[in-house]
């Protein structure tokens, strides 16, 4: 995937918010990412909710494509209940 874009001051507020840098994005393996559009509301464009690692700690991630470049919308640490989601979508692919 392309590198991330993202809004300076939506960086920001997900620091505070999550507790989490965008700049993560960098080691996300969008390559065991469970992935999956985010339809339950109009936002005006798609948005991607994607699970996966990055280093050795799930994350959640919300972005969206501008053009051919991927735009970060949210990132925090997965909750339990997400990780939970993450295990079992890997285990019906392995089986």
């Known amino acids: 995937m392309s ?16 507790g989490v840098a965008f700049e993560i ?12 559009i985010d339809d339950r509301y109009d936002y005006g464009e798609e948005r991607i909710i994607a699970t996966a690692f990055a280093g050795n ?12 470049a ?6 925090r640490e997965a909750n339990r209940k997400e990780v ?3 295990v079992r979508a890997k285990k019906q692919n392995m089986d």
């Open 3 to 18: 590198k991330f874009e993202w809004d300076e001051e939506k960086a920001k507020r997900n620091l505070r918010k999550h």
């Open 84 to 86: 939970d989601e993450y």
């Open 70 to 75: 991927p735009r970060a919308i949210s990132l």
């Open 25 to 36: 994005l960098d080691q996300f393996e969008f390559d065991t990412a469970i992935e999956w």
């Open 57 to 68: 700690k799930l994350y959640r991630l919300v972005y969206t494509m501008r053009g051919f």
